[in-house]
């Protein structure tokens, strides 16, 4: 049994609120989730699932949602002023044959790559980065000793980079190194290289994952109907990259009749949030057409694919457009071939899709799934 069959064990055992271990409690009850990640009544150490860094939270909050605007529009406009060769690199990157998850997480690293990665010393770095930190199953690639090493110098790398932005001053961002050194001008520059490093995972890791699971899904289903809007929401409700949410309180509480201390962990599983069956109707099945209508009902209640309240992911809209953007270059669904290699998820910090082989350029029959 993985880890997705015991959260689903435990949660149809012990109901929405479960103990997975001593000390760390599962929470997959809608409103209470929310609730949670809001930290509505401030019950909660302050918490942000992309700011934070081994040295404490980079902040304040004003300088966390001045750098997640400039990031986030330095991407847009970075992703609309290349849409004129975007088909081209579709072909070039994806096309008549590949082989996912790393397909898609490898595609966006390049379409990014102006603005993610500068030239000179740090880029074979950050290559390095993307191959051994953030593809899927990436740390089986390497030992746990020469991944220590790669961190450190590409930490080195980093904070003298920003150093020198710093010193130099930034006036017009012209990648994400820009950003963070204007961004936060005071701010400890081993806390900015760790969240350098967020940026990179959630474009190329997180984003690419999204396009992975929309491609498996919609290629392993064609006839589930619903345009391509739909088929990325759904691969989000599904299976939503960002599934685990952890937060640690500041003072006792109930949870739904369970009592947590400030010694434990509370973690709210949007897994579990978007497969409650009081919301999603057959919640196991992929859809899209449930989503042509516009937000359904269980899109209100129970959908947090990007997180909630003041810290939701403010790019959450770009990565979708991304992801539907670059599936509506790819040949029609129904002509797709998706082979399998296994069907469960890589799980880890991030929901990944299974490995599979895409052939884009021949018609299933004959075609393994």
């Known amino acids: 049994m993985d880890e997705l069959e015991t959260l689903d064990d435990l949660r149809a055992r012990h109901g929405s609120i479960f103990q997975r271990r001593p000390g760390v409690f599962y929470v997959s009850e809608p409103a209470e989730a929310k609730a949670v990640l809001a930290n509505t009544g401030s019950r909660y150490r302050e918490h942000s699932d992309f700011f934070q860094t081994s040295k404490g939270i980079l902040g ?37 044959e590949s082989r996912w998850p790393d397909a898609g997480n490898l595609f966006l690293y390049k379409c990014f ?13 950050l290559d390095q980065v993307v191959r051994y930190a953030v593809l899927a199953g990436a740390r089986d690639r390497r030992s746990v000793l020469s991944r220590a090493v790669l961190r450190g110098r ?3 790398a980093l904070v003298a980079e920003l150093s020198r ?53 919609l290629g392993t289903e064609p006839e589930a109907g619903g345009d391509l809007a739909g088929v990325v929401r759904e691969a989000l409700r599904l299976w939503p990259v960002a599934w685990n949410f952890g937060r640690f309180p500041v003072e006792p509480h109930r949870l739904v009749g369970t009592e947590v201390t400030t010694s434990d962990e509370v973690v709210v599983c949007g897994y579990l949030v978007h497969r409650d069956d009081r919301f999603w109707p057959d919640p196991g099945k992929f859809r899209p057409a449930r989503w042509s209508a516009g937000m359904p009902r269980g899109g209100a209640e129970a959908f947090i694919p990007f997180g909630w309240g003041t810290h939701t992911c403010v790019a959450a809209g770009l990565a979708v457009q991304v ?9 029609p669904a129904e002509l797709w071939r998706v082979d399998a290699h296994h069907h469960r998820p890589h799980i880890a910090a991030a929901l990944a899709p299974p490995d599979f082989t895409l052939c884009t350029n021949g018609s299933r029959t004959g075609g393994g799934r």
């Open 154 to 156: 590409v930490r080195r």
């Open 323 to 331: 992801v539907e953007d670059v599936l509506r270059l790819l040949p």
């Open 165 to 217: 932005r710093r010193t130099r001053g930034v006036r017009v961002p012209a990648d994400l190194l820009d950003v963070l050194a204007a961004g936060a001008p005071g701010e400890d520059l081993v806390r900015l290289a760790e969240v350098y490093l967020s940026f990179l995972f959630a474009v190329t890791g997180s984003t690419g994952f999204l396009l992975g699971w929309s491609v498996y899904l």
């Open 60 to 96: 304040p909050r004003s300088a966390q949602q001045e750098i997640g605007r400039a990031a986030r529009n330095l991407l847009r406009d970075h992703w609309i002023a290349r849409s004129d060769r975007l088909a081209a690199a579709v072909e070039r990157g994806i096309g008549p």
């Open 113 to 125: 790559r102006d603005v993610l990665v500068p030239r000179g010393a740090l880029s074979p770095l």
